[in-house]
């Protein structure tokens, strides 16, 4: 487990964004930089859950995957990779609706994911809006989980699931279902970074809820990494 610098280096550059579109911020970051530590080749089948503006999945393009398909609930997300995919003349496969239905029958062997995680009052996801790229329940897990339970029949044998979230989701609690799921899981990456408008607007139902200490300002940042032995 490293402690990974937030450098955008490895994300392409240029990226255009319509309204309501999560643009690349410091998860997005630490995950590219754990992505680049894996091997990606013309023999590796790469799907993005929750792409957003391509950005992941435009990295492992460029980087020579034999295919990578990304897929989003979002049409303006959907419309957003596309148009960032044309511009930069990379191939990527870009579905509209939910990962596991658009995905039905297929394995890979690398999943990047940067799934909403940030603890919500709703215990429903929202339908619309730039809320649904963050908000995910109470505990953060709606589709944490979600991703957990599928990611072993979604990886073909030594595949690779790289999925980062705040540490309030509780990382261990990630890494104990996908190792209940039959994966080999821990904990690639740490970083810190300071709490964001969206988090602090909610600061007193967090602590609340015990999901923040009283002026806490500063948020865990995790990738976690599971292979399918």
């Given at each position: 487990?490293?402690?990974?610098?937030?450098?955008?280096?490895?994300?392409?550059?240029?990226l255009?964004?319509?309204?309501?579109?999560?643009?690349?911020?410091?998860?997005?970051?630490?995950?590219?930089?754990?992505?680049?530590?894996?091997?990606?080749?013309?023999?590796?089948d790469?799907?993005?859950?929750?792409?957003?503006?391509g950005?992941?999945?435009?990295?492992?393009?460029?980087?020579?995957?034999?295919?990578?398909?990304?897929?989003d609930?979002?049409?303006?997300?959907?419309v957003?990779?596309?148009?960032?995919?044309?511009?930069?003349?990379?191939?990527?496969?870009?579905?509209?609706?939910?990962?596991?239905e658009?995905?039905?029958?297929?394995?890979?062997?690398?999943?990047?994911?940067?799934?909403?995680?940030?603890?919500?009052?709703?215990?429903?996801?929202?339908?619309?809006?730039?809320?649904?790229?963050?908000?995910?329940?109470?505990?953060?897990?709606?589709?944490?989980?979600?991703?957990?339970?599928?990611?072993?029949?979604?990886?073909?044998p030594?595949?690779?699931?790289?999925?980062?979230?705040?540490?309030?989701?509780?990382?261990?609690?990630?890494?104990?279902r996908?190792?209940?799921?039959?994966?080999?899981?821990?904990?690639?990456?740490?970083a810190t970074?300071?709490?964001?408008?969206?988090?602090?607007?909610?600061?007193?139902?967090?602590?609340?809820?015990?999901?923040a200490?009283?002026?806490?300002?500063r948020?865990?940042?995790?990738?976690?990494?599971?292979?399918?032995?």
């Amino acid at each position: 487990m490293t402690s990974t610098a937030l450098t955008s280096g490895t994300l392409p550059g240029g990226l255009v964004a319509l309204p309501s579109v999560y643009r690349p911020q410091a998860d997005t970051r630490l995950l590219a930089a754990t992505l680049a530590q894996e091997e990606v080749g013309p023999l590796t089948d790469v799907l993005e859950i929750g792409t957003g503006t391509g950005a992941l999945a435009l990295h492992a393009a460029r980087r020579g995957a034999a295919t990578v398909t990304a897929v989003d609930v979002s049409w303006l997300a959907v419309v957003t990779a596309r148009m960032n995919a044309r511009f930069h003349r990379l191939p990527l496969r870009v579905l509209h609706g939910d990962f596991a239905e658009r995905t039905r029958g297929r394995r890979f062997d690398l999943i990047v994911t940067n799934p909403p995680y940030v603890p919500a009052p709703s215990t429903r996801l929202p339908p619309r809006g730039a809320e649904r790229a963050w908000d995910a329940g109470p505990d953060g897990r709606l589709v944490i989980d979600r991703i957990c339970e599928a990611a072993a029949a979604l990886l073909r044998p030594g595949g690779v699931l790289l999925m980062v979230h705040s540490g309030m989701c509780g990382a261990e609690a990630t890494v104990d279902r996908l190792t209940g799921e039959g994966l080999s899981a821990g904990i690639a990456a740490r970083a810190t970074v300071p709490w964001g408008p969206v988090l602090r607007s909610r600061r007193a139902w967090l602590e609340r809820r015990g999901l923040a200490g009283a002026g806490e300002k500063r948020e865990e940042l995790v990738v976690i990494r599971a292979r399918n032995t």
